[in-house]
């Protein structure tokens, strides 16, 4: 396993905090997701949240999490380990890690990220860990979605054969 390797990314919990937590002199953005279908929307938004700082860490929900979000029967179509493999050879992002709670926020508590990246379809009100990041002197940056673009759209047009 070399640095190119994704894998070298895949960071459980205590190797994320000791890389990537306080106290850091770089600005780390986070964000999260189950990222089942990785898509052009999905590559667009890590990109844009990278730009927002120095590094960037992914959270990724469990498969056990991702069926509690309520996605859909059968869903996440991928397992953990191929989003996380696939999330972790972008180029844009530095860290991956997986989270099996219901939401992020006892993650967020401990990595403390200076910038916390949700999409459009979130308010800043609703986002989980927002206390938290402005309390530490950080802030929260709704990206706009990208528009026609969506893992669900997909599966429905893959499923209706439809392009």
């Not at 859909?72 to 380990?81: C, I, K, Q």
């Not at 910038?115 to 530490?136: N, Q």
Request: hydrophobic letters at 40%; glycine letters at 12%.
């Amino acid at each position: 396993m070399t640095h190119d390797d994704p894998a070298a990314r895949i960071l459980d919990r205590e190797t994320l905090l000791a890389g990537f937590g306080p106290p850091r002199d770089d600005v780390l953005v986070f964000t999260n997701g189950v990222f089942d279908i990785l898509h052009r929307g999905h590559v667009e938004y890590l990109s844009r949240a990278r730009g927002l700082g120095d590094r960037l860490v992914v959270g990724i929900n469990s498969d056990a999490s991702a069926r509690r979000l309520g996605k859909g029967a059968g869903r996440p179509l991928n397992s953990v380990e191929d989003r996380c493999y696939v999330v972790a050879a972008l180029a844009c992002v530095d860290a991956v890690t997986v989270f099996d709670e219901d939401t992020p926020g006892a993650l967020i508590a401990e990595l403390v990220p200076d910038v916390l990246v949700k999409g459009g379809d979130y308010r800043p009100e609703t986002v989980v860990g927002r206390d938290t990041v402005e309390a530490a002197g950080g802030r929260v940056v709704i990206l706009p979605l990208v528009e026609g673009h969506s893992t669900t759209t997909l599966i429905r047009r893959i499923r209706e054969g439809d392009r």
